[in-house]
């Protein structure tokens, strides 16, 4: 699979990551097989969060690809942390209890990438960046980024934590593309212009940060999938004639459309299905014109002005 530079790193990783978040939803046997075929495809990245299955999921994912010191040089793992029951919290106590947490279910000594889940209001920077010194000077995480923020959020963290942000996990798929709208629409009056992320997408490329886009196949706050349902005709039918026209499946081109955005993005694809993770990393090897973009971008019902 096609490579490319996590954030301002020098890590090298696949422009496709495996998610891990249903992977409880598979027995002992199917979870090592399909561990094993992303590892076949180049699909080496590996996403996790210390609530997913309540921590079960790296449970389960560690002992899937029978964790030991040669495998994990082959792989890259990243987590989350912050997201507790009815509350956010990324004060240090926490940031390194959850890391420590997940580093024993995930039988390591160390992630490559830790990221901050979603933004806690009660944040108090200082914390943070005193955990991240920790972890850091530990060897217990490598590189750090965050999950579903917006600008002035990183910026306010990058005050005080020294360590570059790498990457930024956000909703993102053809349905889902406000932070995309909103930057043809500046200055005009429909809805399409509301400015919901204070320009996090510009904010990314200007920062070098890589933006992760998590359920690329969803609409809405997971309400399903938009492939090959009859409530987005017009997206289905533009999408599948362009991949007859590549010989390829409707699930490539999805992800084909994100990875064509000159952000340089990293999906994160959550699916557990074999066949379709073989499906979303063959859109590594497509890239679709500007014209294929836009065409799927209006068949979405996105405005442009």
């Not at 593309?177 to 909103?182: A, Q």
């Not at 349902?229 to 533009?238: A, C, I």
């Amino acid at each position: 699979m096609r490579t490319m530079k996590l954030g301002a790193s020098s890590l090298e990783v696949p422009v496709v990551s495996v998610g891990c978040m249903r992977i409880n939803s598979l027995d002992k046997k199917e979870a090592e097989h399909f561990v094993q075929t992303a590892l076949e495809q180049g699909a080496n990245f590996f996403d996790h969060a210390d609530i997913y299955g309540a921590g079960s999921c790296e449970e389960i994912f560690a002992e899937a690809i029978h964790m030991n010191a040669d495998v994990r040089e082959k792989i890259i793992l990243q987590s989350k942390c912050g997201i507790r029951k009815g509350m956010f919290d990324f004060s240090k106590e926490h940031i390194l209890e959850s890391v420590d947490n997940c580093l024993k279910r995930l039988n390591t000594d160390y992630l490559d990438i830790l990221l901050l889940h979603r933004p806690d209001t009660l944040v108090e920077p200082e914390e943070v960046a005193e955990a991240f010194d920790i972890l850091e000077s530990a060897g217990k995480v490598r590189h750090f980024g965050v999950s579903n923020q917006n600008p002035m959020q990183i910026q306010l963290l990058q005050k005080f934590v020294k360590q570059p942000i790498v990457a930024n996990q956000l909703q993102l798929s053809i349905t889902n593309s406000t932070m995309i709208s909103s930057g043809f629409n500046v200055n005009m009056e429909n809805d399409a212009a509301v400015n919901r992320d204070g320009g996090i997408l510009e904010f990314c490329r200007l920062h070098d940060i890589t933006i992760q886009p998590w359920s690329p196949f969803q609409y809405g706050f997971f309400e399903g999938v938009f492939l090959d349902n009859e409530k987005f005709p017009e997206l289905n039918q533009k999408i599948n004639e362009i991949a007859e026209k590549y010989s390829v499946s409707n699930t490539t081109i999805a992800i084909a459309w994100l990875l064509r955005h000159p952000a340089k993005m990293q999906p994160v694809i959550g699916t557990m299905n074999e066949t379709r993770l073989k499906d979303c990393i063959k859109a590594s090897d497509i890239h679709l014109s500007r014209q294929e973009w836009y065409d799927i971008f209006r068949a979405a019902g996105n405005i442009l002005p």
